[in-house]
């Protein structure tokens, strides 16, 4: 066999063996419509329940851990609860953000119950932001007629990506605040602080992508195979990332904890992070009065409630908490951004030619919610 046929019969052998293990390897993301039923456990939820539950479940939080549980006292009376295993020590030791994603968690189930005919009663347990026990609820007929539309919660997704530097209408705006204007605070393009949020949010990833326990959290909580987003169903997927094409062919097929810690890791996430806030029609920063679990609950509720509004008007919500989460950044920002009241929330927001369907993944209601015995 000469030299041009031996190549001959080796660039095919290769291409043969591509193309088999291209066949047999992860080639498209994992996302929420690809999920199935977890199992046929009969939990003694009825079909209302169920669906209240699920639709609570479709707020946000850090690294999507969904930090939440449900104990069910007795058919319409809960407790929400804070799940400690879901915690993020690492960018969250306090867990203010983990109160703050029960309070969204809180506003959609309020809503869903809404939509299916009843009101909620709430009492707060919590005093502390560690307490298991966070919030009481009492599921209540109503009789009303008018409900809530839970499409809008099934169709809320963070956006990352082809966020437009257009400005914000001033009657969107308005509509996003909704007469809170002393705790949603807009930044447009045009405000010297959008330039300091824009310059700090860089800064604060910078030192966060080299913080070794934040990153290892980070990698803890990327789901890269559609194997793993199917198992966990939680986390970060690629889906959920927005990495798509031949970059989340390799990534879900190549990636895993070990690539994370990696420079090259570290310095492309920082390089998107620049690219993301270089296009943007502002900032929303939410505030709350003190730091109160309370306060934390409403505030994470008055968020879920602005980002419930963006999608019918093609604006994207973009949470970068970062400065937040980094104390040499935080402890001057309040000052660099003339706001008084503690910032809990950094929303980097703009409108979207087209709004993509939602992809983060959800646990199925059993395994967070329980009755009690």
């Known amino acids: 066999m000469n030299r041009r046929t031996f190549l001959g019969v080796a660039g095919g052998s290769f291409l043969i063996a591509g193309a088999t293990y291209y ?10 419509a690809d999920l199935k ?9 009825t079909p209302d329940q169920r669906q209240i539950a699920y639709l609570a479940s479709l707020a946000p939080s850090g690294h999507n851990t969904q930090p939440w549980m449900i104990r069910f006292i007795e058919p319409l009376h809960w407790i929400i609860c804070n799940d400690k295993r879901k915690w993020l020590p690492a960018v969250d030791p306090m867990q203010r953000e983990t109160i703050l994603s029960i309070g969204a968690f809180i506003q959609n189930l309020e809503y869903a119950a809404h939509s299916l005919g009843y009101r909620c009663e709430f009492s707060l347990m919590a005093n502390t932001n560690q307490d298991e026990n966070v919030m009481e609820v009492k599921l209540i007929r109503s009789g009303s007629k008018l409900r809530y539309n839970a499409e809008r919660i099934v169709q809320r997704r963070t956006v990352r990506s082809n966020i437009l530097s257009v400005d914000l209408r001033a009657e969107d705006v308005k509509l996003l605040i909704d007469n809170e204007p002393d705790l949603i605070h ?3 393009r045009t405000d010297k602080a959008y330039h300091v949020l824009n310059e700090q949010t860089i800064e604060s990833n910078k030192i966060q992508s080299y913080r070794e326990p934040a990153q290892k959290e980070l990698a803890d909580w990327i789901r890269f195979s559609s194997k793993d987003a199917e198992l966990y169903r939680d986390g970060l997927s690629t889906g959920s990332m927005e990495i798509e094409g031949i970059a989340g062919w390799l990534v879900r097929n190549f990636y895993g904890k070990s690539n994370v810690m990696a420079k090259s890791f570290r310095d492309q996430n920082i390089k998107q992070v620049e690219k993301q806030v270089a296009s943007s029609a502002g900032w929303f920063l939410i505030t709350s009065k003190d730091a109160s679990v309370g306060s934390l609950i409403e505030t994470g509720r008055r968020m879920q409630r602005l980002f419930l509004k963006v999608r019918e008007k093609n604006i994207a919500i973009h949470p970068m908490t970062q400065i937040l989460e980094e104390p040499s950044i935080h402890q001057s920002f309040n000052v660099s951004v003339g706001i008084i009241d503690p910032v809990q929330f950094i929303l980097r927001t703009g409108y979207v030619k087209k709004y993509p369907d939602p992809v983060s993944l959800r646990r199925p209601v059993e395994r967070f919610t329980q009755w009690v015995t």
């Open 37 to 45: 039923p977890d199992s046929n456990v009969k939990t003694g939820l």
């Open 23 to 32: 066949a047999f390897s992860d080639k498209s993301n994992f996302v929420r």
């Open 186 to 188: 807009f930044i447009p």
